[in-house]
């Protein structure tokens, strides 16, 4: 059974920083899609960021790219959401997820970022960044 467990959230204020973390279990991690998304109250879930676990290629939204940094520790089966420069839109649930098996190459990367792309869910873990 595929589980994805994420922790590592808080309150901040603007301009600081947070690192989530996602362990996994239950699968074989290596060539997976791992993404970070996140909802906010009364909006839809979008995507963060993903990895693929086998490449280590990252790819980020437009929204946090260079503010942002997905790594991933394969010897732990964990990926890490390092967010600095922490903004109040910001603040939503996020959620770790997982996808098995790889995209075909004519899929776009925006596209692989999609919620609806993604298999295995985690709880979520909350952060607020106030002003």
């Known amino acids: 059974q595929v589980q994805l467990v994420e922790s590592g959230g808080g309150s901040v204020q603007a301009g600081g920083s947070l690192r989530l973390s996602c362990a996994a279990s239950g699968y074989t991690y290596s060539n997976y899609y791992m993404g970070w998304f996140r909802q906010a109250p009364g909006k839809e879930r979008e995507g963060v960021a993903y990895i693929r676990t086998s490449a280590g290629v990252p790819y980020y939204a437009d929204s946090v790219k260079g503010r942002f940094t997905i790594s991933q520790d394969n010897a732990k089966n964990t990926v890490y959401l390092q967010m600095n420069s922490l903004k109040p839109e910001d603040t939503a649930m996020y959620y770790c997820?997982?996808?098995?098996?790889?995209?075909?190459?004519?899929?776009?990367?925006?596209?692989?970022?999609?919620?609806?792309?993604?298999?295995?869910w985690g709880q979520g873990t909350q952060v607020t960044v106030s002003s």
């Open positions: 997820a997982a996808r098995g098996g790889s995209f075909g190459a004519w899929v776009p990367d925006e596209a692989r970022l999609m919620p609806d792309k993604y298999n295995y």
